[in-house]
């Protein structure tokens, strides 16, 4: 048996508590985890009020990422040792002691990075990569604009534009997190609190528009993005944070400009898919961590003890980067 945060029943942070579940066991391909810290995701939120439940065969326990060291290896291992400090994409069990993931779903931690700064980076920067460059296809002197710029994915998502050679323009609540993107490297910060937002990024990019848009937003801003939009845009959905019925979804400039829509999820994905993303990162992006070119953002470390104020924060999107749970 291990220590896990529950869901009490579906609904406020206040149905989070602790409960002695099962210790997972690994599967031939898998390694056990002793986890040290776990980061915290909009999913996690989702999941607790009961609106997206795990998919077929995931841990009930809340947790998309987690970073610790290896405890235990499956019978088919080959890419880890007992004792390895490593950082992991998970479809759910990361608020626990222990975590079992598959051996393809797992990173090493760079060297000098604390397990917090680890469990930071697999959600976050794992989408940001899917969604610029898997599906969004932004290379060298392209704009993207980033909706929740200093949210968790937004800030990956930031960096690795940059490292791409791309303009990364964004969009943020507050000044305060205006500012923060900035620092980050977003070439231009608009409010998205202005009433015509819009207007403020095409004068950002000179009237030409953007290549890219990651959306979190979803209905609220359907003609935004239309008009933002240039030729052959690519605009990648990732959530419905505004709503998923918008008032008008006008054809015509979708035509026009051959405007690609393409709507994504991560946890869901087949085991293939993740683990080929997995790689692909490990390749492209993780040698920017230790070069200074990457790093995780970090908001907030609560002790795992204080989940429900953890989740409080993020609920009242108070957060600059990630938040995440130490479970030392």
């Known amino acids: ?80 040792r007992v004792g390895d400090r490593v950082m992991a994409l998970l479809s759910g069990g990361g608020y626990a002691r222990y975590a079992a993931v598959h051996q393809d779903l797992v990173m090493p931690v760079p060297d000098g990075m ?45 960096q690795l534009a940059n490292k791409a050679g791309a303009v990364p323009v964004v969009t943020a609540g507050s000044d305060e997190k205006l500012e923060f993107c900035r620092k980050l490297g977003a070439k231009a910060a608009v409010n998205r609190r202005e009433d015509a937002w819009e207007e403020r990024v095409l004068e950002a990019t000179g009237g030409r528009g953007v290549d890219v848009v990651l959306d979190f937003v979803g209905a609220p801003y359907v003609e935004k993005h239309l008009k933002l939009l240039g030729s052959d845009g690519r605009w990648v959905l990732i959530s419905l944070l505004g709503g998923s019925r918008p008032e008008r979804f006008p054809l015509a400039p979708l035509l ?9 999820t ?21 040698p920017g961590f230790k070069a200074g070119e990457l790093r995780p953002v970090i908001d907030s ?15 009242a999107n108070l957060n600059m980067g990630k938040i995440v749970l130490s479970v030392r």
């Open 301 to 315: 470390v609560f002790p795992w003890e204080d989940v429900r104020d953890a989740h409080l924060r993020m609920e």
């Open 266 to 286: 991560l946890r869901a994905r087949s085991l293939d898919y993740r683990s080929r993303l997995v790689a692909d990162f490990i390749d492209g992006a993780l």
């Open 256 to 264: 026009a400009k051959r405007i690609q829509l393409t709507a994504t």
């Open 114 to 158: 604390s397990p917090e700064q680890a469990a930071a980076i697999p959600e976050a920067f794992l989408t940001a990569w899917q969604c610029l460059f898997w599906i969004g296809r932004l290379s060298r002197g392209e704009t993207v604009l980033i909706h929740a710029g200093a949210s968790g994915v937004g800030s990956a998502a930031i």
């Open 1 to 80: 048996m291990m220590k896990a945060v529950w869901i009490e029943r579906p609904g406020s942070a206040d149905m989070l508590t602790f409960k002695e579940v099962p210790r997972p066991t690994c599967g031939p391909d898998e390694i056990l985890i002793r986890v040290e810290a776990a980061g915290i995701n909009r999913a996690d939120l989702l999941q607790r009020e009961g609106k997206y439940p795990p998919p077929p065969g995931a841990s009930p326990v809340l947790g998309l990422e987690v970073a610790g060291v290896v405890e235990s290896l499956g019978a088919n291992v080959t890419k880890w």
